[in-house]
């Protein structure tokens, strides 16, 4: 490709979703992430657009890391006829296939179950893409190890460094044609329960930071005293707490949490359920032998020590738990809840004032979660409206996203300052806070840029 190198923002500008981007150069055009837009409905029609990307427009993927507002459009774009390699770690190649399988999966469902409730404005809803395109997918990943130059088929050369968010999550620092470009991805926090820390950030001539957390500093609750104070409370009056965690990472650090509180007496040792097939797997997948070295020693085996730790796997055992038969902790995906067994959960546990809903993470707008969070006395699901009646708190202790200050300090610690950073993959809110802080803190450029927006990089 001809002409100056040049980087193009095609999701997660303007919305902490959707994460995609596109540097080009002159041997080619190399995609970092490529997301699934999700929350408001705005953002979540632009995955039907055809015009966001087309699969000749890029010679390799690169993905930071598993969760779905990354790597959740790759087979619509494989379905659309893109057979280019996948660049990854395995940990994100593992827990991907896991992920993407899950999804399409969703989509199908939710598809079957629009046509047959009537509440699709199309009479044959589809699904974005399939089971078989995750499997194609899946069949283009090249597995990449950390802090080693791998040469992309475009040209590029491509170094991932640890960025200590989830297993397998990476830093992508690209060296396009003279030019140094090194994208955060979710950046972790500088101490992680279950992995090993994130690395220091390289040097790059341009920075694209994540800013989900840029307008705010995490709480201090690494104690998780608000989940214990709301499974006693909750127990004490006979009802269950439904805990809605993303499978990837937070269902194995809400158990880990648990186990600590059971251990030391802070909560009664009830039945604890972990209601996901998707979460089951990436447990699995959390305690690979190969994977082990991504592990601080000896964290992963403490979830094993939970007295009364369950697992449902299939559809009746999830029914089953909609109304438990005893005070219980059913541990259940999605995160957000936006989709997943949760949801019939939510709808069977919210009108009853015993229960209690526990948020363990960030609430995209737009989102049944976030609703929750904002105080909903009412929230639709399946075509119809609930009534919110149960407790509804949140624990920020879970939080594994980099705060504004571990942010700013990623950036700061660099061997050199770099000469551009673009904040990305926040609220607007967040990403001008970040973006008016590191004005006043480093020597350079900082911008916020647009959707579809496209800058040159020398």
């Given at each position: ?129 399939r089971g078989p395109d995750v499997q194609r997918t899946m069949a283009l990943c090249r597995p990449t190890a ?313």
């Amino acid at each position: 490709m001809a002409g100056a190198p040049a980087l193009r923002f095609l999701g997660a500008a303007g919305t902490v979703t959707g994460s995609m981007f596109v540097v080009t150069g002159s041997g080619g055009a190399v995609m970092v992430d490529c997301g699934l837009f999700q929350g408001e409905r705005r953002w979540r029609r632009l995955n039907w657009s055809q015009s966001r990307v087309s699969p000749g427009d890029v010679d390799d993927v690169v993905l930071t890391h598993s969760h779905l507002d990354h790597c959740g459009y790759l087979p619509a774009l494989v379905r659309r006829g893109w057979a280019g390699p996948v660049w990854a770690t395995e940990g994100t190649r593992a827990l991907a296939e896991i992920v993407l399988l899950d999804s399409a999966h969703l989509q199908e469902e939710d598809a079957l179950h629009a046509q047959r409730e009537g509440y699709s404005k199309h009479s044959q809803p589809q699904p974005l893409y399939r089971g078989p395109d995750v499997q194609r997918t899946m069949a283009l990943c090249r597995p990449t190890a950390y802090g080693s130059p791998t040469r992309l088929a475009g040209g590029a050369l491509l170094t991932l460094h640890r960025a200590g968010h989830v297993l397998g999550s990476a830093s992508a620092h690209l060296e396009v044609d003279g030019h140094t470009v090194l994208f955060s991805g979710d950046l972790g926090r500088p101490h992680h329960p279950l992995l090993r820390a994130r690395e220091a950030a390289p040097a790059a001539d341009t920075v694209v930071v994540e800013s989900t957390y840029g307008d705010r500093s995490h709480p201090d609750a690494a104690d998780h005293e608000v989940l214990a104070d709301a499974v006693r409370r909750t127990v004490h009056r006979g009802g269950s707490v439904l805990v809605p965690a993303f499978a990837v990472d937070r269902t194995e650090l809400v158990l880990l949490a648990l186990a600590g509180l059971m251990s030391s007496g802070r909560v009664p040792p009830v039945p604890v359920f972990v209601d996901s097939p998707m979460a089951l797997a990436t447990l699995a997948t959390y305690g690979r032998a190969d994977l082990a070295d991504e592990l601080l020693p000896g964290a992963f085996d403490e979830i094993s020590s939970i007295p009364r730790l369950h697992t449902a796997r299939t559809p009746e055992e999830s029914a089953r738990l909609n109304r438990p038969a005893e005070p219980s902790i059913v541990i259940s995906a999605s995160g957000m809840a936006s989709g997943g067994r949760v949801v019939h959960h939510l709808r069977a546990m919210l009108p009853d004032r015993d229960n209690t809903v526990v948020l363990t993470g960030y609430q995209t707008l737009g989102t049944r979660g976030r609703s929750l969070q904002d105080g909903a006395r009412e929230v639709k699901m399946m075509g119809q409206y609930v009534p919110v009646r149960a407790e509804v708190v949140t624990d920020g202790g879970f939080s594994v996203h980099a705060d504004a200050d571990e942010l700013v300090s990623w950036l700061t610690g660099m061997p050199a300052p770099p000469r551009m950073v673009y904040v990305v993959h926040g609220d607007a809110d967040a990403s001008g806070a970040l973006a008016d802080r590191l004005r006043k803190t480093l020597d350079c450029a900082v911008v916020v840029p647009d959707m579809g927006e496209r800058v040159l990089l020398s």
